[in-house]
């Protein structure tokens, strides 16, 4: 790949670009330790970090990336675990955090607008100060940016009143794989300071158009072909996001025996008191947590936890139907204490790491009458490993089930190995009516199921018409071919080669062929036979070779995850 | 797989595959927050300690330099999602990086220092007593008397002139409470921080039991401290205090408080004073000594302070501890600046602190600022609000 640094030098500024191979090797990770055989499909880092500062420049270096065939990929602070933001084929990293200000606050329109490198902990603490919180925010808000949870979707705090994510932007900005600068949805500006005014209008005319020959709608109706895509079709720059009025938070706490009343029990909380946040925590996530051994009473208990949101009168009465619903169902309401602990700890679920060191995650969204059967099916599927299980639950009756799977990468095999069982789950979670929880790199072959069958044919006639050279996070949401290492070339051209030696010595010994040798057998025949089988072999080889090239990552993972799968039966054995 | 034993020795393998990679480490560090890229920030370092034990990079100079661009201020341990202590393992990699050959000079320098003068910069032990040019009645007789409290300087004050008064005011504080202290005068020496700081960590001991050991003689059971580094490393480091729980370690504010609560300090009221505390990272975060000084500054009639944000436990380095401000002084300033610019935007007309450091980076940020202000450790605040001392409080029986 061929890129000139001093030029994206020029482009973004000179002390915005690293091409070090540490800084590299960094950005090139997300909260997931890929094991090493991995890096046979995906390239395992960027050539290029780049941390523009404002919308032009990375305009700019998007049509640099343009017009020299470089893939170009958006990070926020690489905080998910999904693959969204790591390389596939190289390329620019394009780490956002360097554009993360607050641009516009109107607490009559309930909506605020910021660039979206900022975190949600900053924009947080800035709309909290005013009296304002916001309707979701993701666990990982203490490090997270906007642009990354608004890019990729989910449940977060707050889901449970409000629904994911993607229902509280308002509007976004977004700069296009042709280096236009769209705004769809209502993105909220001050229009006397908008520099960027002409440019938009004449990037939105276009998208218009695209729209319309599409067959979709207005600029103003289509932001979901931006949100939760992982900036495949544009880099978002600008999020307007709605706020809400901070009222009284009341973090509570339960504790349960078994699953089946937690379920029971966070059925009547969200009907009847409609909680801003509910989250579990199964008897094993409990028992390894570390703070808790001084409570006996909840190690290794099941834990209902979530804060109200409401006035001081509502929630006196909806605290009352948490208690009376809880003692009904043979649980323990948690003191005030305990509840505020539950409610901090809200940012920290990789608290139970530590029992690891490493970790292989797993999660899905299941629907809540699902979860106790899916919990206890895990349980019994992933009886030799150490896991520890958690979720969210959301307002419309679905729950985001966490499996961390405990292990230590410096064991590479058993690592490595080990990683089937996080396709393992989402398998078994689709058995009961379960979804990815996010697609990302991993997850592609999921799409057409996660974002419903013609919203994905929307997503995929856009892809081509605004990113027709797939430069865009290329791989991510849409599949395609897989950057392959060297080994696993090798061993394609080995397959081919050895398969056709063995077939060359099997085939004629079959009964009916050996008759047809017979026949026709001379000397010269058998003197010939071997080189021409060398030969032969060679070139099926090197077609094995060229398969493994042109392979995309679906069919690598379609051919993968069952190879895990043997080895780890083996492994057992 | 690069083998690198001391991790093993220290107990801290674990700890680079531990990190979660949340992130959480890097947006709360200093460094990172000025130059902007991950290869400076905590989780960007925990990734390449974890690449060098695979074998993929190289334990080179150019990372020995990042290990030392650090505060070692405990930011990122205290917000690490999976427990780890990021500040203990930088020392660990830090004692790496000088068996390596890669120590940076002015770290160098520390060393020899203590080694040779018992002191963080080449002065001496005779220099220890200069500090109590003008207040000699209050002193005299102090030195290594058998007394229940000690005040153990540190080299930062009991050496650099601009920090003189911060002792004179806690032995005018001290005299005036009646409190029965001793000073190990000439006799002290550096408490070892800089130690672990500049990679020297078996050493650490040695030098907190050169102190200890007059103290023990002197049947000491209170140590009041100016820096709060003194006491982390004590704390920590000290064979002896881990053995044996009989000896208190207390900041000034923590003293003074106590002394307050005993009705033994008066004051007389001062014409509208609003400082801003800026709590020292090691006070806040390891010692959670955040409410003392709030107490003090509240208990001071005609004091009325006023919040920075961030505070307490979530406060900004000062940018000058862990050997930042010799290994990389533009880089300390710069972090010094930004401390300085929460200050600017809150109504306060001093700074009030309690660690030499954070003076010593204050006044200098001051200077490339050109922001006035006046900062103060809280003895001297103390000292200066004091009533007349016919009014004090009762002596030490």
Same mark, same amino acid.
């Given at each position: 790949?061929?890129?000139?640094?001093?030029?994206?030098?020029?482009?973004?500024?000179? !002390?915005?670009?690293?091409?070090?191979?540490?800084t590299?090797?960094?950005?090139?990770?997300?909260?997931?330790?890929?094991?090493?055989?991995?890096?046979?499909?995906?390239?395992?880092?960027?050539?290029?970090?780049?941390?523009?500062?404002?919308?032009?420049?990375?305009?700019?270096?998007?049509?640099?990336?343009?017009?020299?065939?470089?893939?170009?990929?958006?990070?926020?602070?690489?905080?998910?675990?999904?693959?969204?933001?790591?390389?596939?084929?190289? &390329?620019?990293?394009?780490?956002?955090?360097?554009?993360?200000?607050?641009?516009?606050?109107?607490?009559?329109?309930?909506?605020?607008?910021?660039?979206?490198?900022?975190?949600?902990?900053?924009?947080?603490?800035?709309?909290?100060?005013?009296?304002?919180?916001?309707?979701?925010?993701?666990?990982?808000?203490? %490090?997270a940016?906007?642009?990354?949870?608004?890019?990729?979707?989910?449940?977060?705090?707050?889901?449970?009143?409000?629904?994911?994510?993607?229902k509280?932007?308002?509007?976004?900005?977004?700069?296009?794989?042709?280096?236009?600068?769209?705004?769809?949805?209502?993105?909220?500006?001050?229009?006397?300071?908008?520099?960027?005014?002409?440019?938009?209008?004449?990037?939105?005319?276009?998208?218009?158009?695209?729209?319309?020959?599409?067959?979709?709608?207005?600029?103003?109706?289509?932001?979901?072909?931006?949100?939760?895509?992982?900036?495949?079709?544009?880099?978002?720059?600008?999020?307007?996001?709605?706020?809400?009025?901070?009222?009284?938070?009341?973090?509570?706490?339960?504790?349960?025996?078994?699953? %089946?009343?937690?379920?029971?029990?966070a059925?009547?909380?969200? *009907?009847?008191?409609?909680?801003?946040?509910?989250?579990?925590?199964?008897?094993?996530?409990?028992?390894?947590?570390? %703070?808790?051994?001084?409570?006996?009473?909840?190690?290794?208990?099941?834990?209902?936890?979530?804060?109200?949101? !409401?006035?001081?009168?509502?929630?006196? !009465?909806?605290?009352?139907?948490?208690?009376?619903?809880?003692?009904?169902?043979?649980? %323990?309401?948690?003191? !005030?204490?305990?509840?505020?602990?539950?409610?901090?700890?809200?940012?920290?679920?990789?608290?139970?790491?530590?029992? &690891?060191?490493?970790?292989?995650?797993?999660?899905?969204?299941?629907?809540?009458?699902?979860?106790?059967?899916?919990?206890?099916?895990?349980?019994?599927?992933?009886?030799?490993?150490k896991?520890?299980?958690e &979720?969210?639950?959301?307002?419309?009756?679905?729950?985001?089930?966490?499996?961390w799977?405990?292990?230590?990468?410096?064991?590479?095999?058993s690592?490595?190995?080990?990683?089937?069982?996080?396709?393992?789950?989402?398998?078994?979670?689709?058995?009961?009516?379960?979804?990815?929880?996010?697609?990302?790199l991993?997850?592609?072959?999921?799409?057409?199921?996660?974002?419903?069958?013609?919203?994905?044919?929307?997503?995929?006639?856009?892809?081509?018409?605004?990113?027709?050279?797939?430069?865009?996070?290329?791989?991510?949401?849409?599949?395609?071919?897989?950057?392959?290492?060297?080994?696993?070339?090798?061993?394609?051209?080995?397959? &081919?080669?050895?398969?056709?030696?063995?077939?060359?010595?099997?085939?004629?010994?079959?009964?009916?062929?050996?008759?047809?040798?017979?026949?026709?057998?001379?000397?010269?025949?058998?003197?010939?036979?071997?080189?021409?089988?060398?030969?032969?072999?060679? *070139?099926v080889?090197?077609?094995?070779?060229?398969?493994?090239?042109?392979?995309?990552?679906?069919?690598?993972?379609?051919?993968?995850?069952?190879?895990?799968?043997?080895? *780890?039966?083996?492994?057992?054995? | 797989m690069?083998?690198?034993?001391f991790?093993?020795?220290?107990?801290?393998?674990?700890?680079?595959?531990?990190?979660? +990679?949340?992130?959480?480490?890097?947006?709360v560090?200093?460094?990172?927050?000025?130059? #902007?890229?991950?290869?400076?920030?905590p989780?960007?370092?925990?990734?390449?300690?974890?690449?060098?034990?695979?074998?993929k990079?190289?334990?080179? #100079?150019?990372?020995?330099?990042?290990?030392?661009?650090?505060?070692?201020?405990?930011?990122?341990?205290?917000?690490?999602?999976?427990?780890?202590?990021?500040?203990?393992?930088?020392?660990?990699?830090?004692?790496?990086?000088?068996?390596?050959?890669?120590?940076?000079?002015?770290a160098?320098?520390?060393?020899? +220092?203590? #080694?040779?003068?018992?002191?963080?910069?080449?002065?001496?032990?005779?220099?220890?007593?200069?500090?109590?040019?003008?207040?000699?009645?209050?002193?005299?007789?102090?030195?290594l008397?058998?007394?229940?409290?000690?005040?153990?300087?540190?080299?930062?004050?009991?050496?650099?002139?601009?920090?003189?008064?911060?002792?004179? +005011?806690?032995? #005018?504080?001290?005299?005036?409470?009646?409190?029965?202290?001793?000073?190990?005068?000439?006799?002290?020496?550096?408490?070892?921080?800089?130690?672990?700081?500049?990679?020297?960590?078996?050493?650490?001991?040695?030098?907190?039991e050169?102190?200890?050991?007059?103290?023990?003689?002197?049947?000491?059971?209170?140590?009041?401290?100016?820096?709060?580094?003194?006491?982390?490393?004590?704390?920590?480091?000290?064979?002896?205090?881990?053995?044996?729980?009989?000896?208190?370690?207390?900041?000034?504010?923590?003293?003074?408080?106590?002394?307050?609560?005993?009705?033994?300090?008066?004051?007389?009221?001062?014409?509208?004073?609003?400082?801003?505390?800026?709590?020292?990272?090691?006070?806040?975060?390891?010692?959670?000594?955040?409410?003392?000084?709030?107490?003090?500054?509240?208990?001071?009639?005609?004091?009325?302070?006023?919040?920075?944000?961030?505070?307490?436990?979530?406060?900004?380095?000062?940018?000058?501890?862990?050997?930042?401000?010799?290994?990389?002084?533009?880089?300390?300033?710069?972090?010094?600046?930004?401390?300085?610019?929460?200050?600017?935007?809150?109504?306060a007309?001093?700074?009030?602190?309690?660690?030499?450091?954070?003076?010593?980076?204050?006044?200098?940020?001051?200077?490339?600022?050109?922001?006035?202000?006046?900062?103060?450790?809280?003895?001297?605040?103390?000292?200066?609000?004091?009533?007349?001392?016919?009014?004090?409080?009762?002596?030490?029986?």
């Amino acid at each position: 790949m061929r890129f000139d640094e001093q030029q994206i030098g020029d482009i973004v500024g000179a !002390d915005n670009v690293s091409t070090t191979p540490e800084t590299c090797m960094i950005y090139s990770k997300d909260v997931t330790s890929l094991p090493e055989v991995a890096h046979q499909i995906v390239s395992p880092r960027f050539d290029v970090i780049t941390q523009p500062v404002d919308v032009l420049s990375l305009r700019n270096l998007i049509l640099y990336a343009l017009d020299n065939g470089i893939p170009i990929v958006p990070r926020g602070n690489g905080t998910s675990g999904w693959g969204g933001a790591i390389p596939t084929r190289g &390329g620019i990293c394009v780490a956002l955090s360097g554009m993360s200000e607050i641009l516009y606050f109107n607490e009559f329109e309930s909506a605020v607008t910021v660039e979206t490198g900022i975190t949600w902990r900053d924009l947080l603490t800035f709309v909290e100060r005013l009296g304002f919180t916001l309707p979701v925010y993701p666990s990982s808000a203490t %490090a997270a940016t906007v642009g990354g949870f608004v890019a990729s979707g989910g449940l977060g705090i707050g889901s449970t009143r409000h629904g994911d994510i993607l229902k509280q932007v308002l509007g976004i900005e977004a700069v296009l794989p042709n280096g236009k600068i769209v705004r769809l949805g209502r993105l909220l500006l001050d229009s006397k300071n908008d520099e960027l005014k002409e440019k938009v209008e004449e990037g939105n005319l276009w998208l218009s158009k695209q729209l319309s020959t599409a067959g979709l709608g207005t600029p103003e109706q289509e932001t979901k072909l931006f949100t939760g895509t992982y900036g495949t079709l544009g880099i978002i720059t600008k999020v307007t996001l709605k706020t809400i009025p901070k009222l009284y938070l009341l973090p509570f706490a339960c504790s349960f025996d078994n699953m %089946a009343d937690l379920v029971k029990v966070a059925n009547i909380i969200i *009907s009847k008191a409609k909680p801003y946040y509910l989250r579990f925590l199964t008897d094993n996530y409990t028992s390894k947590l570390d %703070a808790l051994n001084e409570y006996e009473n909840e190690s290794g208990k099941f834990i209902l936890t979530g804060a109200l949101l !409401d006035t001081i009168y509502r929630n006196e !009465d909806n605290v009352e139907i948490i208690k009376t619903a809880t003692n009904e169902d043979n649980g %323990a309401v948690l003191n !005030d204490k305990r509840s505020r602990y539950y409610w901090n700890e809200r940012f920290y679920p990789l608290r139970v790491k530590r029992h &690891g060191p490493s970790i292989v995650p797993a999660e899905m969204l299941a629907p809540i009458n699902m979860i106790p059967e899916i919990l206890e099916k895990t349980k019994t599927e992933l009886r030799n490993s150490k896991i520890a299980i958690e &979720g969210m639950l959301s307002n419309d009756g679905t729950t985001s089930v966490m499996v961390w799977i405990l292990d230590d990468e410096r064991k590479k095999v058993s690592f490595t190995i080990g990683w089937h069982r996080s396709f393992k789950f989402a398998s078994l979670a689709q058995r009961f009516g379960g979804l990815p929880y996010a697609v990302g790199l991993w997850n592609g072959r999921h799409a057409r199921k996660y974002y419903g069958n013609d919203a994905y044919n929307d997503l995929k006639v856009m892809k081509k018409k605004l990113d027709p050279r797939n430069i865009m996070n290329p791989v991510k949401v849409f599949g395609g071919r897989v950057t392959i290492g060297r080994e696993s070339m090798l061993i394609g051209f080995l397959i &081919g080669f050895i398969g056709t030696l063995i077939a060359g010595w099997v085939i004629p010994r079959i009964p009916i062929l050996v008759q047809l040798i017979q026949l026709l057998d001379s000397s010269l025949l058998q003197l010939l036979y071997f080189p021409y089988l060398v030969i032969v072999g060679l *070139s099926v080889g090197l077609v094995g070779l060229l398969i493994t090239r042109i392979m995309t990552l679906n069919q690598a993972l379609a051919m993968g995850i069952p190879l895990l799968r043997i080895l *780890s039966k083996l492994k057992r054995k | 797989m690069t083998k690198l034993d001391f991790l093993e020795r220290y107990g801290q393998e674990d700890e680079p595959y531990v990190c979660a +990679s949340c992130g959480n480490c890097t947006l709360v560090c200093p460094v990172f927050h000025e130059l #902007k890229w991950e290869s400076y920030g905590p989780r960007g370092k925990l990734h390449v300690v974890k690449s060098i034990l695979e074998g993929k990079s190289e334990f080179g #100079k150019d990372f020995a330099h990042k290990i030392f661009l650090c505060n070692l201020c405990e930011h990122c341990t205290s917000v690490c999602t999976t427990g780890i202590s990021l500040d203990r393992f930088w020392e660990v990699v830090r004692a790496e990086v000088r068996e390596r050959g890669f120590l940076p000079a002015p770290a160098q320098f520390v060393l020899k +220092s203590l #080694k040779e003068r018992g002191d963080i910069m080449w002065m001496g032990s005779a220099d220890r007593l200069l500090w109590m040019e003008d207040i000699e009645e209050i002193v005299k007789g102090r030195i290594l008397k058998k007394a229940k409290v000690a005040y153990f300087l540190g080299c930062n004050v009991s050496l650099k002139s601009q920090l003189h008064d911060v002792a004179k +005011s806690m032995v #005018k504080i001290m005299d005036y409470a009646g409190v029965d202290f001793t000073l190990l005068g000439d006799k002290e020496v550096c408490c070892g921080a800089p130690l672990g700081w500049a990679g020297n960590l078996k050493d650490i001991n040695e030098m907190a039991e050169k102190n200890l050991e007059i103290i023990r003689e002197l049947g000491v059971e209170t140590i009041v401290f100016s820096c709060p580094s003194c006491i982390l490393t004590w704390s920590e480091y000290s064979e002896y205090l881990k053995e044996n729980q009989n000896i208190e370690l207390l900041t000034a504010s923590q003293f003074i408080s106590r002394l307050i609560r005993e009705r033994r300090l008066s004051f007389e009221e001062q014409p509208m004073i609003t400082p801003t505390f800026h709590d020292p990272c090691i006070s806040a975060r390891v010692l959670k000594a955040t409410e003392e000084p709030r107490e003090i500054m509240d208990y001071i009639p005609g004091v009325y302070h006023v919040e920075m944000n961030p505070s307490r436990q979530n406060t900004r380095c000062c940018g000058s501890h862990g050997l930042l401000d010799v290994v990389d002084p533009i880089l300390a300033s710069k972090i010094a600046e930004v401390r300085l610019r929460d200050v600017t935007v809150t109504p306060a007309t001093r700074i009030v602190t309690e660690c030499p450091r954070c003076i010593l980076a204050f006044d200098l940020a001051k200077f490339t600022t050109n922001y006035d202000i006046l900062v103060q450790d809280i003895t001297q605040l103390v000292a200066s609000s004091l009533a007349p001392k016919d009014e004090g409080g009762a002596k030490d029986q």
